[in-house]
Structures are given as structure tokens and as C-alpha cells.
């Protein structure tokens, strides 16, 4: 039986700090997945590169392993990219590589997920993205194919890139519907958002990082604009564990300092919690690769505020509403919109419902056995 092997390397901090990126968050929910696809034609082993020994073992599933004793860093990567050592360590015929990029011995036996094109089109001062310009083209060039997640960043890799667009599958992101589903007790939501995160008003939320496109400051900046010009009933809930102290100092001076809110740390079932007591979910990001925040709170039934942009309404489709440009005007426009209740917001709950439903980590799985069994010229 033919062999693949899955680097699981991303998905080591989750069992190190219990916190993961979100390409890490994608590599542990597809392997769980993975799992749960019966007969699989080929066999799967998780392969994981640390002195802590911490890696596919830690997931618990009924997959082998491989563990290379070794530090997980770019100069041994470069030095095992020289020699076939994960060749000759794991065996393997095929490689899966779903974190962007590897320095790997040999390409051609790879399958890389390269989630997104934004490094070819966006300069962040918090990512090297002149380093990723470099060493990824090539990579894509020379690996034996691609997985992605939406039909604009396959555009995006191809206009970017050069890279021939049937060397690449586009394969959605799913849901955790188990995790994200509406909650009907709304006496018991309030309760527990008032328990755990003494929120008692209604509420804005936004899950954001500190990425430069995820502008998230400009979603706080307007709401400060808007209760200037206006009692506000909503606080704005972040789940965004550090944002820039020069924003946070803004905060303190405005007169809705108590009215803000930044959350870290949260867990999905608390996630969960909190999309489904928001009354709406911010996400005005100028570029995604997906977007998973956007379906999270479509499938608990909560209204989206988005761009149209990269894949945002590609993943959102006709259940959000979209922000024009400039965006803070637009925020503040929408915000009020929410304050006035001048929104018709039964339909657009029941479409993002029906538009969550359509992704699911189960269908993701699937479509990738079918990219592998291709490569391992199985079909």
C-alpha cells in the first residue's frame, strides 16, 4: 500500500500553549477528518519535527507516526533539504506539506495547501514577506501539485505566481457544525456571556489578530466615531489577544473606554458563545484566503458585516452584508444601521444558516483523498 505522509508540524503549539494559527487550526481539523473516512486507499502517517517529541501522537488518532528528533527551525530545515532524510525516515510516496512552504529534498513528491497569495500583493511589516516572494514561487513551480481554499486565491497564485491553474484544486475550508451551531436558550447565552465575560449589553463582535489588512483599528476608530454622535446601545466585543498599544490608548481617551472590549485566549466552545450572543460579527479584512470567522458566525445564525474582496464574498455569498469603500464610513453607516434597527435581518440570518451548511470538514476530506489518490495514480 502506498504511503502518504502529512506534515503535522503546525499544529505542535496547540498541544504546547493551547494555542494554534489558523493554518495550524486547519491542519489539526482536516487530519481529524481524515480520520473519519472509511477505507482510505492508501496508507497515512503523521510526520512531526521537534526536540519535545510533541507532534501527530498528540491528536490521538488511529494514524502511524514519525518523529524526527530534531529542531524545527529554518537552518536544519535547509540542511534535511540537502539529503533524502525524511525520504529514508518516513518512506514515504507522497508528502503533504499544508502550511505554504517546506524546504523539502524533493518537491516533485509533494502536495502543498499554499492557503493564499497575499505576500505577492501585500507588503505587512509584521510578516516577512520579501523572504516569502523569494522561496515559495519556486517551490510552487516545482512541487507536484496544489491545494487551496477559494477560487480567488487560486487567481491570485496563477496571476502571481505563473503557476499553470491545473496544477491547482481549489478545496474548501469546512465548519465545526458540532461547535457552531445556533444556540436556542438566549436566556441561558446572556447568563453565561455575563458569567465569564461580564457582558451584559448587547454587542458588536469582531475576531481579529494584529494583521495590518484585518483592520480591525478601523472598525474601533469608528465605532468611537459613532458614539460621539450618538448614545450607543451595543458595545464592540475583540477577540483579539494583542492589539497595538497606540490603539488601546485611544480607547482609554474616548467616552466608550468601558464600553470596549478585548477578549484573548478563547476557547472555540466559548468562540461559539460569543458569536452566537453578538448581534452582528465585524469582519472587514481588505484580503483573506477564506475567511473562517465569516461561516463560524453564519452557522450560529449570526448577521455578517464583511468586504467585497479577495474571497470574502466568494465564502459569504449572498448572506452578508458588505462594507463599501472607504470602510469607515461605511462601518460607521452599517453600525447606526444596526443602532436604528433599520436592518431586515430574519432573511439574512436564514441564508447565512443555508450558506454555512454547505461547508463541511467531512466534504474537505473527501475532495482530498481524491487529490491524493490522483497524485499516488491511484484513480
Known amino acids: 500500500m502506498k504511503r502518504l505522509v502529512i506534515d503535522v508540524n503546525p499544529i505542535v503549539p496547540y498541544y504546547v500553549t493551547g494555542k494554534v494559527t489558523g493554518i495550524g487550526r486547519t491542519t489539526l481539523e482536516l487530519i481529524q477528518a481524515l480520520a473519519k473516512v472509511p477505507e482510505l486507499p492508501f496508507e497515512v502517517v503523521l510526520y512531526s519535527q521537534n526536540m519535545k517529541g510533541i507532534g501527530g501522537r498528540n491528536a490521538g488518532l488511529p494514524f502511524k507516526n514519525k518523529h524526527l528528533y530534531l529542531p524545527h527551525r529554518e537552518k536544519i530545515d535547509r540542511l534535511l533539504a540537502r539529503f533524502p532524510v525524511r525520504e529514508w525516515f518516513t518512506g514515504y510516496d507522497l508528502m503533504h506539506i499544508p502550511h505554504n512552504f517546506e524546504y523539502v529534498y524533493r518537491p ?24 516569502m516572494r ?3 514561487p519556486p517551490f510552487m513551480h516545482r512541487c507536484k501539485h496544489i491545494i487551496t481554499c477559494s477560487e480567488a486565491s487560486k487567481r491570485d497564485i496563477v496571476e502571481t505566481m505563473g503557476v499553470n491553474p491545473e496544477k491547482i484544486t481549489v478545496i474548501y475550508w469546512g465548519v465545526k457544525h458540532d461547535i457552531f451551531f445556533p444556540q436556542k436558550d438566549k436566556l441561558s447565552v446572556r447568563d453565561k456571556l455575563q458569567s465569564k465575560f461580564k457582558l451584559s449589553n448587547p454587542y458588536f463582535l469582531s475576531v481579529s489578530c494584529n494583521a495590518e489588512r484585518k483592520r480591525t483599528d478601523v472598525l474601533v476608530r469608528s465605532y468611537i466615531a459613532l458614539s460621539n ?9 475583540l477577540v483579539w489577544g494583542n492589539p497595538p498599544i497606540s490603539l488601546l490608548e485611544e480607547v482609554k481617551n474616548s467616552c466608550v473606554a468601558n464600553r470596549i472590549h478585548f477578549l484573548k485566549n478563547i476557547s472555540d466552545e466559548d468562540l461559539a458563545l460569543l458569536y452566537n450572543g453578538a448581534n452582528a460579527m465585524f469582519f472587514p479584512s481588505s484580503y483573506e484566503g477564506f475567511g473562517l470567522p465569516i461561516l463560524e458566525a453564519m452557522a450560529c445564525g449570526t448577521p455578517v458585516v464583511t468586504c467585497r474582496n479577495s474571497s470574502l464574498d466568494e465564502i459569504a455569498g449572498d448572506a452578508a452584508i458588505y462594507l463599501e469603500e472607504p470602510i469607515s464610513n461605511s462601518l460607521f453607516y452599517v453600525m447606526r444601521q444596526f443602532e436604528l434597527h433599520e436592518l431586515e435581518l430574519d432573511s439574512m440570518i436564514e441564508r447565512g444558516l443555508k450558506r454555512a451548511a454547505l461547508f463541511n470538514w467531512g466534504k474537505t476530506a473527501e475532495e482530498t483523498v481524491q487529490v491524493y489518490s490522483k497524485m499516488l495514480n491511484l484513480i
Do not use: W
Not at 229 to 237: E, F, M
Open 108 to 131: 516533485d513528491k509533494c502536495v502543498v495547501t499554499l492557503h493564499d497569495a497575499l505576500f505577492m500583493k501585500i507588503q505587512e511589516s509584521a510578516f516577512n514577506h520579501e523572504q
Open 134 to 136: 523569494q522561496i515559495v
Open 229 to 237: 454622535k450618538q448614545t450607543l446601545s451595543h458595545d464592540l466585543v
